[in-house]
């Protein structure tokens, strides 16, 4: 099983420009997270899906959109990418009421 | 929204000392406490969790306190050693639900 992965590790942007960060499971698992880790804020949750077909927005979400593909996978969208988004962004997915599993990261830098 | 906040902010011991990291939570409603540990450039791991119907949780060196009616939970390392030497987040359920406040995180380290 290769769990939690995620791509690409490591992106630059220009601002304004657009990407999307994959992540997909498989571990048969119903719910999946988007958070991102800034230096000194802990991680915070941006985006959530508890289940195929449901989204629902987390502490950050401003500047972001998702999208539950299937139960496997979990995108992360930044439409006009501004400095601001600069940070880690990790990817989690869980069983109910269970440990969240996380991914590798994606170390993303907005110029 | 839940509310969690986490001290110290940084840790330094000597090995083999103990060392204990708190957080405080503000959702009364909250049942699941995860704590999680980051080495440099990796992604978090669960080291331990506990739930609101036990008091006290170990596992070798590692144990979590949880006091539901004063809202905060402890994680306790004892005998540590240098490669305990990481980032710890505790967590705390968003009511009884899937999602998880993080607290700011505490840098340990384990001295020679």
């Known amino acids: 099983n290769a769990g939690v992965t995620q791509t690409p590790k490591f992106q630059v942007l220009k601002t304004g420009q657009s990407m999307t960060l994959q992540c997909a499971q498989d571990?048969?698992?119903?719910?999946m997270y988007w958070y991102r880790q800034d230096p000194g804020m802990g991680l915070r949750l941006i985006y959530y899906?508890?289940?195929?077909?449901?989204?629902d927005k987390g502490e950050v979400p401003n500047g972001y959109n998702v999208s539950r593909l299937n139960k496997r996978e979990f995108s992360l969208r930044l439409e006009s990418a501004a400095p601001s988004q600069t940070s880690v962004y990790f990817c989690?997915?869980?069983?109910?009421?269970?440990?969240?599993?996380f991914g590798p990261g994606t170390r993303l830098t907005v110029t | 929204g839940e509310n969690v906040e986490q001290h110290p902010s940084t840790l330094s011991v000597q090995e083999g000392d103990s060392a204990v990291i708190k957080c405080t939570y503000s959702d009364s409603a909250s049942n699941y406490f995860p704590w999680y540990k980051q080495e440099l450039g990796k992604r978090p791991q669960l080291i331990i969790d506990i739930r609101s119907n036990v008091g006290e949780k170990k596992d070798q060196r590692i144990a979590v306190t949880l006091n539901k009616t004063a809202k905060h939970f402890s994680l306790h390392i004892t005998e540590t050693q240098p490669e305990d030497s990481a980032v710890y987040f505790c967590?705390?359920?968003?009511?009884?639900?899937?999602?998880?406040?993080f607290g700011t995180g505490t840098q340990l380290k384990v001295e020679l």
């Open positions: 899906s508890a289940s195929e077909g449901t989204t």
């Open positions: 571990m048969n698992h119903n719910s």
């Open positions: 989690a997915s869980s069983e109910a009421h269970y440990e969240q599993y």
């Open positions: 967590a705390a359920s968003v009511g009884g639900g899937n999602k998880l406040t």
